[in-house]
């Protein structure tokens, strides 16, 4: 293999994955040298890689496009700190968090429904906690041309259950993700079990069949490392490959919503929705 001149194995290694660039750099010394080089890893960044840093709120520092790429790696505010943008570590693909600043959620500018706060273990500035309402309706929208093109993505929203929380286990909530004008995907979830049967051994983030209509399962809430909460919104293919106006136009429309019980709830903390790349097992 070191007979390969290493501009060929960098050009090889430029069209793998990093988990795959990582993976086969010991394999010779060539191999080593090539996949540290900037042409591999350049090739890892975003195509439009100079402007997501001039929006990011504070650019990091590196030394090489690998550098730069494990930069990136790490959650990174952008867009004046009301989204946080990532690159998957195994495939280079993008994610997002749309902060609550960033969703359009019903009555939120009135105080007496919605409080607007910081929260110490948030990465925004800001969450919105539910007072009371007994209308729920959240919204996020991004173009999909900010996404990683011939993906499949899913969406999460991410939240907290207050120790006031009420109303929250009575009826259950509409996920739906749409794309062209069309629902793509769509589901139920409940948000706060204190009045269900706990002894569901489901699968986690699924609850089961009780109360979800024509027997579909009900999404839950599951812990997540940064120690919020998330509940699954949906997926969608991200073909987005065609870079006409079309793509760049098009817009992926995601939302919760309670909006049929009338009952009053509260107690709900929204940190944003998060869109990132399905992992297939």
């Known amino acids: 293999m070191d007979s390969l001149p290493e501009h060929c194995v960098s050009a090889i290694l430029a069209l793998t994955s990093p988990e795959d660039a990582c993976r086969l750099a010991p394999a010779s010394s060539t191999f080593r040298s090539a996949a540290r080089s900037d042409v591999v890893w350049g090739g890892f960044l975003p195509p439009d890689c100079g402007a997501v840093l001039s929006r990011l709120a504070r650019r990091p520092e590196f030394g090489s496009k690998k550098e730069l790429f494990l930069s990136l790696c790490q959650p990174q505010l952008i867009d004046s700190g009301r989204k946080s943008f990532k690159l998957e570590r195994s495939s280079g693909k993008i994610s997002y968090v749309l902060s609550a600043r960033e969703l359009s959620i019903a009555w939120s500018d009135e105080p007496m429904y919605w409080n607007w706060k ?72 409940i948000l706060h079990r204190s009045r269900r049967d706990g002894s569901d051994k489901q699968r986690p983030g699924i609850f089961g069949t009780n109360g979800a209509a024509g027997g579909e399962e009900e999404k839950i809430p599951i812990r997540r490392q940064d120690g919020w909460m998330e509940v699954e919104l949906g997926e969608f293919f991200n073909g987005g490959g ?13 939302s919760f919503k309670e909006v049929k019980g009338y009952q009053l709830k509260g107690g709900l903390v929204i940190e944003g929705i998060e869109v990132r790349p399905k992992r297939i097992a």
């Open 118 to 189: 910081s929260a110490p273990d948030s990465r925004f500035q800001e969450v919105a906690e539910l007072r009371t309402t007994d209308w729920l309706e959240i919204e996020g929208r991004m173009p999909t041309a900010m996404l990683s093109p011939n993906t499949l993505y899913e969406a999460y929203l991410i939240m907290e259950i207050s120790h006031r929380a009420y109303g929250l286990d009575v009826m259950p909530s509409q996920a739906s993700i749409e794309l062209k004008n069309q629902v793509v995907s769509k589901s139920t979830a």
């Open 242 to 254: 065609g870079g006409g106006d079309d793509n760049h136009r098009e817009v992926v429309k995601m």
